[in-house]
């Protein structure tokens, strides 16, 4: 059974930042992509950034860029979201996913995690 499980998540002030972390198991991801998205209270899901998994081929959103770094780490068969400058808009629910092959976009994707919840205050 395929399992995403997230963790790292918490309160911190504006400026701080938080380490999040996605454990997968149950099967192996080589030729996967795996991707953080959050949602905030009323908001929409978004991208936030994806890694594939076998090259460590990154992309991020816009609102993240250079603020946020995606790695992995494969024997211990985790996924990092690194988040500094953090500010109260990055306040969201963040969810890992995991599809087969493809690009963030691509479609959609075929596990995710139960999510951790981030909130910066001001």
């Known amino acids: 059974q395929v399992q995403l499980v997230e963790s790292g998540g918490g309160l911190v002030q504006a400026g701080g930042s938080l380490r999040l972390s996605c454990a997968a198991s149950?099967?192996?991801?080589?030729?996967?992509?795996l991707a953080w998205f959050r949602q905030a209270l009323g908001k929409e899901r978004e991208f936030v950034a994806s890694i594939t998994w076998t090259g460590g081929a990154t992309y991020y959103a816009d609102s993240v860029k250079d603020r946020f770094t995606i790695s992995r780490d494969k024997p211990k068969n985790t996924m990092y979201l690194q988040m500094n400058s953090l500010q109260p808009e990055d306040t969201a629910v963040y969810y890992c996913?995991?599809?087969?092959?493809?690009?963030?976009?691509?479609?959609?994707?075929?596990?995710w995690g139960q999510g951790t919840q981030v909130t910066v205050s001001s």
């Open positions: 149950g099967r192996n991801f080589s030729w996967y992509l």
């Open positions: 996913a995991a599809r087969y092959g493809g690009t963030w976009s691509s479609g959609p994707y075929d596990y």
